[in-house]
C-alpha cells in the first residue's frame, strides 16, 4: 500500500486527501434529499401556502439546502478537504453562475420591455 507523507494510506493505496462517507452519513443524506424533495411536491399539491410567490421561494429555499445536503452528504465537500480547494473552486463556480443569470435575466427583461410594440391599434 501507498502512504503519504505523514504516514496515512487508503484501502486502494491512494491518498486523494478527501473524506469517504461511512453507510450511516450517506443514509442521513439520503433521508435529508428525500424530506427535502417531498416537501415541495406537497406545497404545490396542497396549496399550503397563501401565494404563488411565496411557494416559489419555499420551493428555491429547499432547492438550495437540497444542493447543500447533497454537497456535504454525497460530494463531501468541507473546508478541510484538499486544502479549501474544492470550496474555493465552488465559490467561483457560484459566482459565474450569479453573474451569468443575472446578465441573462437583466438582457431578456430589458429586451421584452423595449422590443414590445406600443400599441397595435396604429400598426393596421
Known sequence: MNM???GNRDAHGHDRGAAHGSLRSYLIGFGLSVVLTAIPFWLV???????KQATA???MALAVMQI???MVFFLHMDVRSENGWTMMA???TLVLVVITLTGSLWVMYHLNVNMMPGDM???L
Open 121 to 123: 391599434s396604429q400598426m
Open 57 to 59: 421561494l419555499a420551493i
Open 90 to 92: 465552488l465559490i467561483f
Open 68 to 70: 447543500v445536503v447533497h
Open 4 to 6: 503519504d507523507a505523514k
Open 45 to 51: 399539491m396542497t396549496g399550503a401556502l397563501d401565494s
